[in-house]
């Protein structure tokens, strides 16, 4: 279920002019970008690269570009793309790490297969190839994505704090998937536009888009932890309340109140054994948490929909205009 909320994503966008060729662009660049004169530091560093993966965040990029009509895009887009991309496997890397996640795409973590130690390193160098390529773009691309892994950073500590915390509130939540979330999305469309030369308003509206896209793709994946089966999971479903991860269909379930929410707070609030955490699926996905969550990412839905009126008309617009209402379509049931 999860590569599908990729799909429903790149389903619109991928039908853009160019965008085959520029995806292979990506690949090779990305490739590139990991290539170092030590052969085992790229093996370990290009290893999530080879597995493979969707890189929504340079389609974001690319479509972003396309919105001025510019097709195919630039070098420099396809580079300002792939510096958001490490980034996002660099936090794949350390995320790995702190959660001693055994696999991810289909094969082994880096650090299941080599270690923490080299797989904490290795995401430390896949942030600063990211840097160096932001810092090859301009001044002010690097200091774009210098801010957002700040941002990455702060998003994820707001979440750690509030670890089997079952009085976090809706707006920490909100705040730490805009952090850990949305802001490289925001980033990596702001990217695109800027490096397309638009206007200083299509730029603006395009980092809102990003904003607002990358809130509505969390929810959903909150969402398919608690509604989707293990089999489309890969993994048992629920599993971020077994890691003391409360997210949105939790929170407002919580906050419902009732015999619901007071046998949902007397489970949580520390590890669950798999009864436990069976039990506490079925209180969420039978109270009114998921409908309220949903109906929380399509005001985000909506505001996609409002900074796209103000960007230039051209398919680009339309495919960004359709994506978020797909990929919320995907858990609407």
């Known amino acids: 279920m999860r590569s599908l909320k990729g799909m429903a994503l790149a389903s619109p966008l991928l039908g853009l002019p160019s965008m085959d060729a520029d995806r292979d662009r990506v690949e090779a660049a990305l490739l590139n970008a990991v290539r170092t004169r030590d052969a085992y530091l790229t093996e370990i560093a290009s290893h999530l690269i080879v597995a493979g993966g969707k890189r929504l965040r340079p389609v974001m990029t690319v479509a972003a570009a396309q919105v001025g009509g510019q097709s195919p895009v630039s070098d420099e887009v396809v580079l300002g793309g792939i510096s958001c991309e490490l980034v996002h496997l660099g936090s794949l890397y350390h995320d790995d790490v702190m959660d001693e996640s055994p696999s991810r795409r289909g094969v082994e973590t880096v650090n299941a297969k080599w270690g923490n130690l080299q797989a904490i390193l290795a995401g430390d160098f896949l942030l600063s190839r990211a840097s160096e390529i932001a810092a090859s773009l301009g001044n002010d691309i690097a200091g774009l994505l210098a801010r957002t892994i700040g941002q990455l950073c702060e998003g994820q500590i707001e979440e750690l704090r509030h670890t089997y915390d079952r009085t976090r509130t809706v707006p920490s939540y909100?705040?730490?998937?805009?952090?850990?979330?949305?802001?490289?999305?925001s980033t990596s469309a702001r990217i695109g536009g800027l490096l397309a030369g638009l206007s200083p308003s299509e730029?603006?509206?395009?980092?809102?888009?990003?904003?607002?896209?990358?809130?509505?793709?969390?929810?959903?994946?909150?969402?398919?932890?608690?509604i989707a089966t293990d089999e489309e999971l890969g993994k048992p479903a629920g599993h971020d309340m077994e890691e003391g991860v409360y997210t949105l269909p939790v929170l407002l379930t919580l906050a419902a109140g009732g015999a619901a929410s007071n046998e949902l707070t007397d489970i949580l609030g520390k590890p669950l054994s798999s009864y436990e955490r069976?039990?506490?699926?079925?209180?969420?996905?039978?109270?009114?948490?998921?409908?309220?969550?949903?109906d929380s990412a399509q005001s985000y839905v909506q505001l996609c929909d409002q900074y796209c009126n103000k960007l230039p008309q051209s398919a680009a617009t339309d495919a960004l205009r359709a994506a978020p209402s797909v990929l919320l379509n995907s858990v609407i049931r």
């Open 203 to 226: 730029v603006e509206a395009l980092t809102n888009y990003g904003t607002a896209f990358g809130m509505v793709f969390q929810i959903v994946d909150d969402l398919l932890d608690i």
């Open 278 to 294: 069976d039990k506490a699926l079925s209180i969420v996905r039978s109270g009114p948490g998921v409908a309220s969550a949903i």
């Open 174 to 185: 909100l705040v730490s998937i805009e952090g850990k979330t949305a802001s490289l999305y």
